[in-house]
């Protein structure tokens, strides 16, 4: 039996992997024999070891989707599963080497130990006191009743030994970080000790960069001797021409002519809510009051001059032609000082698991406060203190302060707006029953309702048949074996690079979340100079692949940017250290047509030398060098320097260095995030995901 629940358990992964395998097969039945290969199918990669297969993949990406929702992106789904898993196996390896387990009892104190669960009204006794038996009586009865609701108890109660083991580790690492009274005086000296000094600046920039040549031989090498710094995935560079699908002038004109043919049926409409729909309107009636800086400018003084009935346009707006009619004018406060008692009932947005009033007990507790209020008006404050459940404002006697128009839902906006200082009442939004008293008005207006019929500017079939067959033409053009950027300036097009875009990257820079151009551009059989048109939401995409990156070191065209100025930096000084020989510092100075310079009071916590900038080498050499003699040559981040030291000042001893102390332990236990990352780096990790979610 335990067998058959196992395969009913994973028949539908199963049936995906047989399915895509006879899929490939029909492709090519070559591919048949590689797609069961138990490298390809069976592995997603390799953590210090260990497999992860990839049905264990497949389905944390599923959990992953129904917990944060199955709109989230599938790469963002699959990169998330993948670090989570990185981060659980290297936590089980630290704690297994470690010697350290995480029991059963370890996980249930932890799951009874939570707010959530010590406060819910079902798992306690009589006293309103936590009652462990009914916890574990509720969780018996759900495994046995609720196969859902204990699915999602079980991922619970793993993530929390998950977060349990990684809590573990991170203190026993914190508990063995500390410093000692002398590290915290030498850091004291460190920071505080004071230089003067005499120093000869010649900077790289007094030497042209013309004059230095850099060969590729040379970058490569560089690239080799520094691996670490320079270690990539597997990339591809890009250039793409896109066709957007935009109305042009004729088009609007020609929608505006249709909506101003409905003016006059508009004005006769006696149901504008039905004229909208029948008229395929693309915004629906909106019953609000309109201040006058919330009307298009355009038409909002016509409109605000206007007399009800009157329609107004067309007139152009965020993308839409509109028509707008007046159906009602009135005057209105632009804000309101208001306070409220909130009384919520079970199934209101406010309602908690304390509440257990009905609907028509909220109402009838709301309608006995409201006439408690209108006969004693002192008591408000109070009776908010001790009814409202609005505890953002409760102990504030239920002053909300002033709002405007559009801050409150409509029932309570329509009570506080259209009512008068002072009045009082009932009104029932989604939160439950409001007692409201309108404290203030200010800025008294006219306001409007409009009914507006919309149509939304969009191209003409004319038009996204012109904009496909431009982007037709540019593909036929680059069919003849002519070069993508020579088409592109031949037809005035502007094509725009996406560079260094990886196997499982959703996002192409300048056209968003786009893998199926990304999986194009990783396919083996797509190869340099290669093209393809692409339809997407609103425009034509032509795609050419530029370049590629492999795995492992970058190349020495994709490094030069980074590496070259180093190099020649590199070689200046070489040149400059020739120029920074002499007896004294007046003599190197005359040597180099500069002057000798003074640093006063530096220190290792702001290395910065006046008139030069940061120089945290230099000023570090100068820590360490001996008072009064001259060192030639120092090679710096900015130039060359000679200096001799005429000073250095300690710091003022202190009675004890508690502080400094504390704060290096402070600074360590809030630097352990780094240990994981330090781990990661150092383990053995192999990511195959690319061989299965790069495919076109």
Do not use: C
């Not at 699908?245 to 409409?269: C, G, M, R």
Request: glycine residues 6%; aromatic residues 10%; negative net charge.
């Amino acid at each position: 039996m335990a067998v058959l629940s196992k395969i009913r358990e994973r028949s539908m992964f199963l049936i995906i992997i047989i399915g895509l395998a006879l899929f490939a097969f029909v492709l090519d039945p070559s591919t048949l024999g590689d797609f069961f290969n138990s490298s390809k199918m069976n592995e997603v990669g390799e953590i210090n070891g260990e497999s992860i297969t990839t049905q264990e993949f497949i389905q944390e990406v599923e959990q992953y989707k129904q917990q944060v929702g199955a709109n989230v992106p599938e790469m963002q789904a699959v990169n998330a599963v993948w670090e989570n898993i990185i981060r659980k196996k290297i936590y089980q390896n630290q704690l297994a080497e470690a010697g350290i387990t995480i029991g059963e009892a370890d996980v249930w104190n932890e799951i009874i130990s939570a707010p959530f669960v010590q406060s819910s009204p079902e798992y306690q006794n009589e006293a309103g006191l936590f009652d462990e038996q009914k916890f574990k009586q509720f969780l018996a009865d759900t495994k046995e009743n609720n196969k859902d609701l204990w699915a999602q108890w079980s991922n619970y109660m793993n993530q929390v030994k998950e977060n349990l083991a990684t809590t573990t580790y991170n203190n026993l690492i914190t508990a063995g970080l500390g410093a000692s009274l002398k590290e915290g005086e030498n850091e004291y000296i460190y920071e505080n000790k004071k230089l003067n000094a005499e120093y000869v600046y010649v900077p790289f920039t007094s030497i042209s960069d013309d004059v230095v040549k850099i060969k590729k031989s040379e970058i490569e090498a560089y690239i080799k001797d520094h691996e670490a710094d320079f270690k990539v995935d597997a990339s591809v560079d890009i250039s793409y021409v896109s066709f957007d699908i935009l109305p042009t002038l004729e088009d609007e004109n020609e929608l505006k002519s249709d909506v101003a043919s409905l003016i006059e049926d508009f004005k006769l409409s006696t149901n504008d809510a039905i004229f909208l729909s029948e008229n395929e309107s693309d915004t629906s009636l909106n019953d609000a009051f309109q201040f006058k800086n919330q009307v298009n400018a355009e038409v909002s003084g016509s409109i605000f001059s206007g007399a009800k009935g009157d329609v107004f346009g067309p007139y152009k707006d965020n993308g839409f032609l509109k028509i707008s009619k007046i159906t009602e004018i009135a005057q209105m406060p632009d804000s309101v000082k208001a306070s409220h008692i909130l009384i919520p009932f079970v199934g209101s947005q406010r309602a908690t698991p304390e509440i257990t009033r009905t609907e028509d007990d909220a109402k009838k507790l709301a309608d006995s406060i409201l006439t408690v209020v209108k006969t004693t008006k002192a008591k408000f404050e109070s009776l908010a203190k001790e009814f409202s459940s609005d505890k953002s404002n409760a102990d504030k006697g239920g002053d909300l302060d002033w709002f405007t128009y559009n801050t409150m839902t409509p029932e309570f906006r329509d009570f506080t707006f259209k009512g008068k200082t002072g009045e009082m009442g009932v009104v029932k939004t989604p939160f439950g029953f409001h007692i409201i008293k309108i404290d203030e008005q200010r800025n008294n207006q006219n306001v409007v309702k409009l009914a507006t019929l919309s149509r939304k500017i969009v191209p003409s079939e004319a038009t996204e048949n012109s904009v496909f067959r431009s982007a037709e033409e540019f593909s036929l053009a680059l069919s003849n074996n002519k070069k993508f950027d020579d088409v592109a300036k031949q037809k005035k097009y502007t094509a725009k690079p996406a560079v260094g875009i990886k196997a499982l990257d959703e996002n192409v820079p300048g056209l968003g979340m786009q893998r199926q151009i990304v999986s194009w551009a990783f396919n083996k059989e797509t190869k340099i100079g290669d093209f393809k048109r692409f339809d997407l939401e609103g425009k034509h995409v032509v795609v050419t692949l530029t370049a590629t990156q492999e795995k492992g070191l970058m190349s020495a065209d994709k490094a030069i940017n980074t590496v070259r100025p180093i190099l020649v930096n590199e070689k200046k000084a070489a040149m400059l250290v020739e120029k920074l020989n002499g007896s004294s510092l007046q003599d190197i100075a005359k040597k180099n047509n500069t002057n000798v310079r003074t640093a006063e009071s530096v220190t290792l916590k702001s290395p910065t030398l006046s008139g030069v900038g940061v120089e945290p080498k230099i000023v570090g050499a100068m820590y360490h060098a001996k008072e009064n003699k001259i060192y030639n040559a120092i090679v710096g981040d900015r130039g060359v320097y000679a200096f001799k030291v005429t000073k250095k000042e300690n710091p003022t001893a202190l009675p004890n260095y508690e502080i400094n102390r504390k704060r290096i332990v402070d600074t360590r236990k809030n630097s352990t995030y780094k240990m994981y990352e330090a781990i990661k780096k150092a383990s053995d990790i192999e990511d195959n995901r690319a061989n299965i979610y790069s495919v076109n």
